[in-house]
């Protein structure tokens, strides 16, 4: 999935406005502009649409974990320059404070399963021989259900797809 539609989402399971995006960039160390945020949530097609590097997302999700969860003691994680749906979805699962169990239950929310052991493959080290790459389905599903466990059922107002 790309960056731009992941922060869309959890903007919106959220409730995040402008302020509170910038914020939790702020959280990790980074100073970003109202207009840059805009620019990272309009869609493709919209005029002032940007690209939302790796790097800048992995600062947001650096940001929401410290925001959600608190900072850290001592120096704060670099922002990876290179993301991938598993190292997003581990994020997520952080700044979330969610346990396999729990996991399994927003899945399930959207209505789509899959065992314990194969969402242990998702988090594995790469190197692993278990390891699994995580699609963009099961990254969607996930972001769907978290939609419906914060915001109550999937709306009309941020279709499934995007």
């Given amino acids: 999935m790309k960056s731009n539609d992941i922060l869309r989402r959890i903007r919106y399971v959220l409730d995040l406005d402008d302020a509170q995006m910038i914020a939790v960039f702020a959280e990790a160390g980074e100073k970003v502009t109202r207009a840059q945020v805009r620019a990272w949530l309009n869609r493709e097609n919209?005029?002032?649409?940007?690209?939302?590097?790796?790097?800048?997302?992995?600062?947001?999700?650096?940001?929401?974990?410290?925001?959600?969860?608190?900072?850290?003691?001592?120096?704060?994680?670099?922002p990876e320059d290179k993301l991938n749906n598993n190292a997003v979805f581990r994020k997520l699962k952080i700044a979330f404070n969610l346990q396999a169990e729990e996991i399994l239950s927003i899945l399930s929310l959207a209505e789509f399963e899959i065992s314990k052991h194969e969402l242990s493959a998702l988090f594995r080290r790469p190197d692993h021989k278990h390891y699994r790459d995580c699609k963009d389905q099961?990254?969607?599903?996930?972001?769907?259900?978290?939609q419906i466990r914060y915001r109550g059922e999937a709306s009309e107002a941020e279709p499934l797809d995007a």
Avoid: H, M
């Fill in 138 to 146: 099961i990254l969607r599903n996930f972001l769907t259900g978290l």
């Fill in 46 to 78: 919209d005029p002032g649409y940007e690209a939302c590097s790796d790097r800048s997302f992995a600062i947001f999700l650096n940001g929401l974990i410290n925001q959600r969860r608190g900072k850290q003691d001592g120096p704060q994680p670099e």
